[in-house]
């Protein structure tokens, strides 16, 4: 499996402000995905990342709020623009191969204040 | 109905016993499934997939019927070291991955 880093690996940030969060991975990757997960809660899928492409956004995500980056095959970026304490959560990226089987990046953990 | 439904746990088991999960989905569709487990203020690691003729791996078991539409997940022999969240994720097309809520297990020595 790949080896995926994420930076920060935490931010307290204030209302009003963006933060962007680094995902690179050790080896070429076809499929990489953009999760947050709120306290308590499981996983949701905020886009997929494709290479040389807009990102694909899942329903109620948008753009303008999550946008994000994917310049080459190792490299992707979230943005959280204009947080509000209720952005405040977990962000994971994911890398897959052609199974669909995922391996996590350890997770930037985001409190807005 | 949410779309991927798990055991609400959480299940609080002693060591050496037998635990089984269930995940149900609501589209019949769906292509891929599979189990993770999550460590407490950790990242989801991919535990098994499951393929429609059931696979086994070690102490875990993992079943697929696609007609009820329903997954499974065995553990025998519970250790200490399966304490986790086990998290239910079902791949759709179209639809893409969605997690269930997850199971909380403790094993208590």
């Known amino acids: 499996s790949a080896v995926i880093s994420q930076k920060p690996s935490r931010d307290i940030c204030q209302r009003g402000t963006s933060l962007t969060i680094q995902c690179q991975v050790d080896s070429q990757v076809t499929m990489m995905f953009w999760y947050r997960q709120q306290p308590g809660q499981s996983l949701t899928l905020i886009a997929t990342a494709n290479q040389g492409s807009e990102a694909t956004y899942e329903s109620g995500f948008v753009i303008d709020k999550f946008p994000i980056s994917r310049p080459n095959l190792t490299f992707s970026t979230l943005t959280v623009s204009n947080m509000s304490p209720e952005d405040s959560s977990i962000y994971l990226c994911?890398?897959?191969?052609?199974?669909?089987?995922?391996?996590f990046g350890p997770g930037t953990r985001l409190t807005v204040t | 109905r949410k779309e991927v439904e798990q055991d609400p746990g959480p299940f609080n088991v002693p060591e050496g016993a037998t635990v089984a999960f269930n995940c149900t989905y609501s589209?019949?569709?769906?292509?891929?499934f599979f189990w993770y487990r999550q460590d407490c203020r950790k990242e989801p690691k991919l535990l098994m997939s499951?393929?429609?003729s059931g696979n086994e791996d070690g102490r875990f078991t993992a079943q697929l019927n696609r007609a009820s539409q329903y997954i499974s997940l065995l553990i025998r022999d519970s250790k200490l070291s399966d304490s986790a969240t086990y998290l239910c994720?079902?791949?759709?097309?179209?639809?893409?991955?969605?997690f269930g809520p997850g199971t909380r297990l403790s094993v208590l020595p």
């Open positions: 994720v079902v791949y759709s097309y179209g639809q893409n991955f969605v």
């Open positions: 499951v393929y429609s």
């Open positions: 994911s890398v897959g191969h052609g199974t669909y089987e995922q391996y």
């Open positions: 589209n019949s569709a769906s292509q891929s």
